[in-house]
């Protein structure tokens, strides 16, 4: 998978380690639902006063959030003719607010790590379609977040067992 990294924030500062982690986190999803090497996908890190922003024009919802995805194959039926070998294949972009991933990697007590890589990972299955806008729906993104997340060992049993 092509990942493509900015932070464009300057409130929270992000180890070269956590840029590892969540890399991690969005190839565990790459391997789990077979994406092709050639996919790539745009993550930005953003403050509160951008996602806020960003929320408000595109979803109307006047708040910051802590993470936003925007697919941009979203409705294609087709994959797009090859001409001279292959090519990217770019899903979208993820958008991620640092300061409120810190608010609630404090809040759930697992630091700001696990929640950027688990916001990531949230972010990816997005673009790859699942949603959460219903319980049934709700369980399963869940248990696809955690089925990435135990891969590189940040899933909930992992941490449950660093905090006995």
Request: no cysteine; charged share 35%.
């Amino acid at each position: 998978m092509i990942i493509n990294f900015e932070n464009d924030q300057q409130k929270i500062s992000l180890s070269e380690y956590m840029e590892k982690r969540l890399h991690d986190g969005l190839n565990a999803v790459a391997r789990l639902h077979g994406l092709d090497d050639m996919t790539e996908v745009d993550i930005t890190i953003v403050d509160d006063e951008e996602i806020h922003t960003l929320n408000r024009e595109y979803r109307n919802v006047d708040r910051p959030t802590d993470v936003l995805s925007f697919a941009l194959d979203e409705g294609d039926e087709e994959e797009p003719a090859l001409v001279d070998g292959p090519e990217e294949h770019l899903l979208g972009d993820i958008i991620i607010s640092a300061e409120t991933a810190q608010r609630q990697g404090e809040e759930f007590g697992h630091g700001l790590e696990r929640e950027i890589v688990y916001l990531a990972v949230h972010g990816l299955l997005h673009l790859l379609g699942y949603d959460h806008m219903t319980d049934e729906d709700k369980k399963v993104m869940r248990a696809k977040e955690e089925e990435a997340l135990r891969e590189i060992r940040l899933s909930e049993e992992y941490l449950d067992l660093e905090q006995k």
